[in-house]
Protein backbone atom coordinates (compact mmCIF):
# COMPACT_ATOMS: atom_id res chain seq x y z
CA UNK A 1 0.00 0.00 0.00
CA UNK A 2 2.67 2.09 0.61
CA UNK A 3 4.47 1.97 -2.36
CA UNK A 4 1.00 2.54 -4.38
CA UNK A 5 0.62 5.91 -1.98
CA UNK A 6 4.40 6.85 -2.91
CA UNK A 7 3.89 6.27 -6.80
CA UNK A 8 0.69 8.39 -6.53
CA UNK A 9 2.73 11.32 -4.86
CA UNK A 10 6.12 11.22 -7.37
CA UNK A 11 3.43 11.04 -9.97
CA UNK A 12 1.80 14.11 -9.01
CA UNK A 13 4.93 15.70 -7.73
CA UNK A 14 6.30 15.24 -11.26
CA UNK A 15 3.81 16.71 -13.13
CA UNK A 16 4.14 19.85 -11.20
CA UNK A 17 7.70 20.16 -12.46
CA UNK A 18 6.27 19.49 -15.82
CA UNK A 19 4.10 22.36 -15.51
CA UNK A 20 5.90 25.35 -14.14
CA UNK A 21 8.48 25.39 -17.16
CA UNK A 22 8.54 27.87 -20.08
CA UNK A 23 5.34 29.88 -18.44
CA UNK A 24 7.27 32.84 -16.60
CA UNK A 25 5.11 36.01 -15.46
CA UNK A 26 6.35 39.13 -14.99
CA UNK A 27 6.88 39.00 -11.52
CA UNK A 28 8.63 35.20 -11.66
CA UNK A 29 6.11 32.78 -10.67
CA UNK A 30 4.89 30.58 -13.48
CA UNK A 31 1.50 30.81 -14.73
CA UNK A 32 -1.29 27.76 -15.16
CA UNK A 33 -1.55 26.42 -18.29
CA UNK A 34 -4.45 24.36 -19.48
CA UNK A 35 -4.86 20.97 -18.19
CA UNK A 36 -5.03 19.31 -22.30
CA UNK A 37 -1.70 21.12 -22.47
CA UNK A 38 0.18 19.26 -19.07
CA UNK A 39 -0.15 16.11 -20.79
CA UNK A 40 2.11 14.08 -19.61
CA UNK A 41 5.38 14.31 -17.39
CA UNK A 42 8.63 15.38 -19.10
CA UNK A 43 11.36 14.87 -16.90
CA UNK A 44 13.86 17.08 -19.38
CA UNK A 45 11.07 20.01 -18.10
CA UNK A 46 11.34 19.08 -14.51
CA UNK A 47 14.88 18.93 -14.88
CA UNK A 48 15.60 22.21 -16.58
CA UNK A 49 13.43 23.72 -14.28
CA UNK A 50 15.19 26.17 -11.42
CA UNK A 51 12.35 26.76 -8.96
CA UNK A 52 11.68 22.96 -8.83
CA UNK A 53 15.00 21.39 -8.84
CA UNK A 54 15.22 20.83 -5.25
CA UNK A 55 11.84 18.73 -5.56
CA UNK A 56 12.75 17.26 -9.02
CA UNK A 57 15.78 15.85 -6.78
CA UNK A 58 13.59 14.73 -4.00
CA UNK A 59 11.34 12.66 -6.27
CA UNK A 60 14.61 10.66 -8.00
CA UNK A 61 16.35 10.32 -4.48
CA UNK A 62 12.98 8.60 -3.21
CA UNK A 63 12.99 6.58 -6.66
CA UNK A 64 9.38 7.83 -6.79
CA UNK A 65 10.26 8.99 -10.56
CA UNK A 66 9.84 5.77 -11.83
CA UNK A 67 6.09 5.94 -11.56
CA UNK A 68 5.32 9.42 -13.98
CA UNK A 69 1.37 9.45 -14.08
CA UNK A 70 -1.14 7.54 -11.96
CA UNK A 71 -5.30 7.80 -12.53
CA UNK A 72 -5.62 10.24 -9.89
CA UNK A 73 -7.52 12.46 -9.62
CA UNK A 74 -5.12 14.15 -6.92
CA UNK A 75 -4.13 17.80 -5.64
CA UNK A 76 -0.73 18.46 -4.81
CA UNK A 77 1.05 21.05 -2.51
CA UNK A 78 4.27 21.36 -4.13
CA UNK A 79 7.27 23.36 -2.51
CA UNK A 80 9.18 25.59 -4.06
CA UNK A 81 13.44 25.67 -3.93
CA UNK A 82 13.08 28.30 -1.63
CA UNK A 83 11.05 25.65 0.74
CA UNK A 84 13.21 23.64 0.51
CA UNK A 85 16.19 25.73 1.47
CA UNK A 86 13.90 27.20 4.37
CA UNK A 87 14.06 23.33 6.42
CA UNK A 88 16.02 23.30 9.43
CA UNK A 89 20.12 22.63 8.65
CA UNK A 90 21.06 19.92 7.69
CA UNK A 91 17.64 18.23 7.16
CA UNK A 92 17.61 18.22 3.77
CA UNK A 93 21.21 17.47 2.90
CA UNK A 94 20.24 14.07 5.13
CA UNK A 95 16.70 13.45 3.55
CA UNK A 96 18.72 13.37 -0.04
CA UNK A 97 20.93 10.70 1.34
CA UNK A 98 19.97 7.16 -0.33
CA UNK A 99 19.50 5.30 3.03
CA UNK A 100 16.83 7.63 3.66
CA UNK A 101 14.89 7.39 0.76
CA UNK A 102 11.70 6.04 3.05
CA UNK A 103 11.75 8.62 5.16
CA UNK A 104 11.42 11.02 2.16
CA UNK A 105 9.05 9.42 0.22
CA UNK A 106 6.92 9.52 3.74
CA UNK A 107 7.32 13.26 3.51
CA UNK A 108 6.81 13.90 -0.35
CA UNK A 109 3.13 11.87 -0.19
CA UNK A 110 2.48 13.90 3.14
CA UNK A 111 2.14 16.83 0.21
CA UNK A 112 -0.64 14.97 -1.90
CA UNK A 113 -4.18 15.05 -1.29
CA UNK A 114 -7.04 12.51 -2.98
CA UNK A 115 -9.17 14.30 -5.60
CA UNK A 116 -9.00 17.38 -7.73
CA UNK A 117 -9.23 20.91 -5.67
CA UNK A 118 -9.25 24.03 -7.40
CA UNK A 119 -8.35 27.10 -5.12
CA UNK A 120 -12.02 27.90 -5.83
CA UNK A 121 -13.17 24.65 -3.95
CA UNK A 122 -10.80 25.05 -0.85
CA UNK A 123 -12.44 24.93 2.30
CA UNK A 124 -10.76 25.20 5.69
CA UNK A 125 -10.79 21.74 8.19
CA UNK A 126 -8.76 18.66 8.74
CA UNK A 127 -7.73 16.83 5.18
CA UNK A 128 -6.11 13.21 4.94
CA UNK A 129 -3.08 13.04 2.82
CA UNK A 130 -1.78 9.66 0.82
CA UNK A 131 0.78 9.45 3.10
CA UNK A 132 -2.11 8.53 5.52
CA UNK A 133 -1.73 11.88 8.21
CA UNK A 134 -4.06 14.92 8.05
CA UNK A 135 -3.08 18.37 7.37
CA UNK A 136 -4.79 21.17 8.34
CA UNK A 137 -5.99 23.77 5.83
CA UNK A 138 -6.85 27.30 7.29
CA UNK A 139 -8.80 30.04 5.43
CA UNK A 140 -8.73 32.70 7.73
CA UNK A 141 -5.66 34.80 6.07
CA UNK A 142 -5.74 33.50 2.81
CA UNK A 143 -4.68 29.83 2.58
CA UNK A 144 -2.37 28.56 4.73
CA UNK A 145 -1.70 24.28 4.85
CA UNK A 146 -0.20 23.58 8.20
CA UNK A 147 2.23 26.29 8.69
CA UNK A 148 2.64 27.06 4.71
CA UNK A 149 0.84 29.70 2.63
CA UNK A 150 -0.06 28.98 -0.43
CA UNK A 151 1.80 30.96 -2.68
CA UNK A 152 0.15 30.12 -6.55
CA UNK A 153 -2.36 28.40 -7.26
CA UNK A 154 -4.37 25.94 -9.63
CA UNK A 155 -1.76 24.34 -11.95
CA UNK A 156 -3.17 22.46 -14.10
CA UNK A 157 -1.89 18.59 -15.22
CA UNK A 158 -4.02 16.16 -17.03
CA UNK A 159 -4.36 13.79 -13.25
CA UNK A 160 -5.21 16.61 -10.78
CA UNK A 161 -4.16 20.04 -9.61
CA UNK A 162 -1.25 22.17 -7.67
CA UNK A 163 -0.71 24.10 -5.52
CA UNK A 164 2.39 26.23 -4.78
CA UNK A 165 3.96 26.75 -0.95
CA UNK A 166 6.09 28.41 0.39
CA UNK A 167 7.35 25.51 3.01
CA UNK A 168 7.83 22.08 3.56
CA UNK A 169 5.09 20.20 4.87
CA UNK A 170 6.52 17.46 7.60
CA UNK A 171 4.14 14.83 8.36
CA UNK A 172 3.78 14.76 12.74
CA UNK A 173 4.68 11.57 13.20
CA UNK A 174 8.48 12.62 11.83
CA UNK A 175 10.77 13.49 15.03
CA UNK A 176 12.97 15.69 12.94
CA UNK A 177 15.43 16.71 15.96
CA UNK A 178 15.22 12.83 16.84
CA UNK A 179 16.06 12.14 12.59
CA UNK A 180 18.72 15.02 12.56
CA UNK A 181 20.97 13.09 16.06
CA UNK A 182 20.53 9.63 14.00
Do not use: R, W
Not at 17 to 44: L, M, Q
Not at 113 to 139: H, L, P, R, S, Y
Not at 150 to 173: C, K, Q, R, Y
Amino acid sequence: MKKKIAAMAAASLMLLAACGSDDKASNGEFTPKDAADAGTIFVEVASSNEQFGTLFAAVAVAELGETLASEGPFTLFAPTKAAFDALPEGLLTKLLLPANKAVLAEILSYHVVAGKVMAADVQAGDVATVQGENITIDTTDGVKINNANVTGTDFPATNGVIHMIDAVLLPPSIDVAAFLAS
